[in-house]
């Protein structure tokens, strides 16, 4: 079995480097250790990072939409939830916006138009788009499987 370089990098994110054991231009003098110390060697200046067995990469989140939410306290990559929280949110604030931009021309022709009401049921739906950060609650899922799942009915099916 192999070994592996989880590190974390200066944006918070977490990447994994497999140092090329089976390199056919590897010197066949070099061991998998000296191997494994030049990959290490050549991380950014203090990175914290950690070795472990190349089994553990099979047991990394199979979805990667949170990936950089993942961390490897003490070789075990687990989700921060709370970051990948913010990352879904961004995500849907994402397709939010570009509604509300399509949102914007319905609403400048009902006004050129005169249609008074159809300028008040645009400007409800609107407001019920900008409210989507504070009306749609993420911290009620609890892994990113089900966080993953989740997406505001105000929206068109999520990307």
């Not at 030049?38 to 990072?49: A, I, M």
């Not at 604030?93 to 159809?118: C, H, I, P, Q, Y």
């Amino acid at each position: 079995m192999h070994k592996v370089i989880t590190w974390h990098r200066s944006d918070g994110g977490l990447s994994v480097t497999i140092p090329a054991y089976k390199d056919s231009a590897r010197d066949p003098k070099q061991t998998d250790d000296e191997l494994l110390a030049l990959c290490v060697s050549q991380l950014p200046p203090g990175t914290v990072h950690h070795i472990v067995d190349s089994d553990i990469v099979g047991a990394f989140p199979s979805s990667r939409i949170f990936r950089n939410a993942w961390e490897c306290p003490a070789g075990v990559v687990t989700v921060n939830m709370p970051k990948a929280r913010v990352i879904h949110m961004n995500r849907i604030r994402v397709v939010r916006n570009a509604e509300l931009v399509k949102l914007d021309t319905a609403f400048t022709r009902a006004v050129e138009s005169g249609a008074m009401v159809e300028q008040a049921r645009i400007a409800e739906q609107k407001r019920k788009l900008r409210d989507i950060p504070q009306t749609f609650d993420l911290s009620v899922f609890g892994s990113p499987e089900s966080l993953a799942a989740s997406w505001p009915a105000e929206l068109p099916i999520k990307p």
